[in-house]
T-cell receptor, first 111, second 115 residues
Framework: AQSVTQLGSHVSVSEGALVLLRCNYS??????LFWYVQYPNQGLQLLLK??????LVKGINGFEAEFKKSETSFHLTKPSAHMSDAAEYFC?????????FGTGTRLQVFP | NAGVTQTPKFRVLKTGQSMTLLCAQD?????MYWYRQDPGMGLRLIHY???????AKGEVPDGYNVSRLKKQNFLLGLESAAPSQTSVYFC??????????????FGPGTRLTVT
C-alpha cells in the first residue's frame, strides 16, 4: 500500500529564509505526488503535483518540489519565506482511486 | 463556478443525535470524497464515490453512511453521533481518481462538535 511520511510536524523559519518541508513516500508503482496547503479555517488547495516528466515541479506562490526516485522523496522548497506562507502543508501520494495524505507540517514564519 | 461547497459550516450535536452533511460540486467531477481532519492525524478518508450511485469505504468508515444519488451531490450521514466524531469534515472532488494523477478540489469544511 502507498504511504507518505512528513518529517517534522512543525517548522519555523524567519521571513526571507529558505523553506524546506520534507516528504518521503512509499509506492509499489510509479507515484503521482502532490503538495497541498491549508490556510487557517480553510480547505486544502493544490500547490503543485508531479505526474511524469520533469522531476523539478514548480507550483504557485514560488514553491517548488523535486521528485527523487532514488531517495523516494518529494521535498517542498521556497527560496525566501514570506509571512503569508504560514499555513499547514500536506504531502499526498496517489493510491488507485484515492489520495493518501501525510499528517501535515505546520509552517511558522517569524518576522 | 462555486467549486465545492459544504453545508453547514458549523454544527453542534448532542450524543445520539443524527445529522447529514451536504457536499455539492459544479465541476462535473465523477469522484467525490469525505475526509475528517483531526489534530496530528492529517486527513483520513471516510467514504468515497467513483460515480453517481456508487459508494466505497475509506480508512475510517465506522459510524458514517453516505449516498450519491446525484452526480453533483455527496451526502455524509451520522446516525447516532458520538463525541469521537467531533472533527472538521472536508469534502473533495476530482475529475477522475488518483491513478490518473488528477488533483482533488476541496470544500471549505464543516466543523462538528458532539457533546
Amino acid at each position: 500500500a502507498q504511504s507518505v511520511t512528513q518529517l517534522g510536524s512543525h517548522v519555523s523559519v524567519s521571513e526571507g529564509a529558505l523553506v524546506l518541508l520534507r516528504c518521503n513516500y512509499s509506492s509499489s508503482v510509479p507515484p503521482y505526488l502532490f503538495w497541498y496547503v491549508q490556510y487557517p479555517n480553510q480547505g486544502l488547495q493544490l500547490l503543485l503535483k508531479y505526474t511524469t516528466g520533469a522531476t523539478l515541479v514548480k507550483g504557485i506562490n514560488g514553491f517548488e518540489a523535486e521528485f527523487k526516485k532514488s531517495e523516494t522523496s518529494f521535498h517542498l522548497t521556497k527560496p525566501s519565506a514570506h509571512m503569508s506562507d504560514a499555513a499547514e502543508y500536506f504531502c499526498a501520494v496517489s493510491d488507485a482511486d484515492k489520495l493518501i495524505f501525510g499528517t501535515g507540517t505546520r509552517l511558522q514564519v517569524f518576522p | 463556478n462555486a467549486g465545492v461547497t459544504q453545508t453547514p459550516k458549523f454544527r453542534v450535536l448532542k450524543t445520539g443525535q443524527s445529522m447529514t452533511l451536504l457536499c455539492a460540486q459544479d465541476m462535473n467531477h465523477e469522484y467525490m470524497y469525505w475526509y475528517r481532519q483531526d489534530p496530528g492525524m492529517g486527513l483520513r478518508l471516510i467514504h468515497y464515490s467513483v460515480g453517481e450511485g456508487t459508494t466505497a469505504k475509506g480508512e475510517v468508515p465506522d459510524g458514517y453512511n453516505v449516498s450519491r444519488l446525484k452526480k453533483q451531490n455527496f451526502l455524509l450521514g451520522l446516525e447516532s453521533a458520538a463525541p469521537s466524531q467531533t472533527s472538521v469534515y472536508f469534502c473533495a472532488s476530482s475529475y477522475v481518481g488518483g491513478r490518473a494523477g488528477t488533483e482533488q478540489y476541496f470544500g471549505p469544511g464543516t466543523r462538528l462538535t458532539v457533546t
